[in-house]
């Protein structure tokens, strides 16, 4: 199995510029999540979904778009980049929504906005 | 605001000691604590849990003590192996998906 898959691993956009970052996951899971890591700081969750066709904003939407059409792919959308949007970001799934469930976790995504 | 926090950047020990990694949390709604680890370049992997109903989870070499109390959990692996250097990160929630991470400690361990 795959698990949580995530493409690209590095990108460097230019202010104003959009991007998609994939998400895809073969477990079947019905929940799937988008974090940031900034450098030196902790996970924060930017959007989260609970099935094909539902999303939600987490911590720090702000920025950001989703959209899930199949259970499999949860893309992340950067409509306008900006230098606040460099970080790490993390696609990750899990089969409940329950606080407890393990979160599987793709590779991540590093991204710098020049 | 953080509501959990893990104040050691990073925590040097020798093969075969005990490492203690230590969290503290500011919310007494929270409920569930996750240990996840980090090696470099790759996604948090899950390692342990633990709900507020315990003080005490033991899995092989991890175990995680809570305290209530004190709002304060500690991840114990003994003995520590090389394998075992990696960043933590301390993460806690309540009865939502939300979870909330700490900074994460650096963990390395000396052959």
């Not at chain 1, 996951?25 to 974090?35: E, F, G, K, L, R």
């Not at chain 1, 089969?95 to 710098?112: C, D, K, M, P, V």
Request: glycine residues 8%.
């Amino acid at each position: 199995n795959a698990g949580v898959t995530q493409t690209p691993k590095f990108r460097i956009l230019k202010i104003g510029q959009s991007m998609t970052l994939q998400c895809t996951q073969d477990m079947n899971h019905n929940y799937m999540y988008w974090y940031r890591q900034d450098p030196g700081m902790g996970l924060k969750l930017i959007y989260y979904s609970v099935g094909a066709g539902i999303t939600d904003k987490g911590e720090v939407p702000n920025g950001y778009n989703v959209s899930r059409s199949t259970t499999e792919d949860f893309p992340l959308r950067l409509e306008l980049a900006a230098p606040s949007q460099t970080s790490v970001y993390f696609c990750a799934s899990s089969y409940s929504l329950q606080i407890n469930t393990e979160a599987f976790f793709g590779q991540g995504t590093r991204l710098t906005v020049v | 605001d953080q509501q959990v926090k893990q104040n050691s950047p990073s925590l040097r020990v020798q093969e075969g000691r005990i490492s203690i990694l230590n969290c503290d949390y500011t919310n007494s709604m929270f409920d569930y604590f996750l240990w996840y680890k980090k090696y470099p370049a790759e996604g948090p992997t899950f390692l342990i849990s633990i709900s507020s109903i315990k003080d005490k989870n033991e899995d092989g070499r991890f175990t995680v003590f809570l305290n209530k109390s004190a709002k304060h959990l500690s991840l114990h692996i003994v003995p520590s192996q090389p394998g075992d250097s990696a960043v933590y990160f301390c993460a806690s929630g309540g009865s939502n998906y939300k979870l909330t991470f700490g900074k994460g400690t650096l963990l390395t361990v000396n052959p």
